[in-house]
């Protein structure tokens, strides 16, 4: 394994944080801005990091009555094929994060919800990305219409938790696989309903 398993530890025990020295953009785009950090490490030694900043995002587990799970299925041009994933979007400026999700649940899947509770959160890739994705777990389903974004083509998908989770290999999809292990120890803290 590469690198050292040295730990630096500041003031307190606390790990040092490497100091970032400058910053460039390298590039800025609709949905993501792209800059490379020289930082310090904690010996001396300098580096570079690059960052990909997408910072706010959600994802949403939408259940129905039935205990069935609503997925979309669109193609992801990075990895150039169709991916299952559970809707998800990001934070638009001045949007709290239950709003962003009840705005990706109806654009995307066509549902609004009554019961929402926060899963909790997490990074989806934080060796070269900071984006944080909230995962909410949504009940009391009722149809409002699609309303998809200009860009975006998708299926939604129906398909029961239960079987979901004894088969997660059919979602590749980080955001996803982590909403569904945060819905998991939810309702073994007895949150079902």
């Not at 307190?12 to 609709?30: M, N, Q």
């Not at 219409?145 to 088969?167: A, P």
Request: aromatic share 6%; glycine share 10%; with cysteine.
């Amino acid at each position: 394994m590469k690198g050292s398993s040295k730990s630096y530890e500041g003031s307190g025990g606390v790990p040092e944080v490497p100091r970032v020295l400058g910053s460039r953009l390298i590039y800025e785009g609709r949905v993501v801005t792209m800059r490379v950090d020289d930082i310090e490490l904690p010996e001396g030694r300098i580096v570079q990091r690059e960052v990909v900043e997408h910072p706010r995002a959600v994802v949403v587990v939408a259940l129905d009555e039935a205990d069935s799970v609503y997925f979309v299925r669109q193609y992801r041009h990075p990895i150039k094929g169709m991916l299952l994933e559970l809707p998800a979007g990001g934070i638009e400026a001045g949007e709290d994060p239950l709003s962003a999700a009840k705005r990706e649940l109806r654009e995307e899947v066509g549902l609004e919800g009554r019961d929402w509770r926060c899963l909790g959160s997490f990074f989806s890739s934080p060796g070269f990305a900071n984006e944080h994705l909230h995962a909410f777990v949504v009940r009391g389903l009722v149809e409002s219409g699609q309303q998809l974004d200009e860009d975006e083509d998708l299926t939604v998908e129906r398909h029961s938790l239960h079987e979901v989770l004894q088969r997660l290999e059919v979602i590749p999809d980080a955001k996803s696989l982590a909403a569904l292990l945060l819905l998991r120890r939810d309702q073994k803290r007895g949150h079902q309903r």
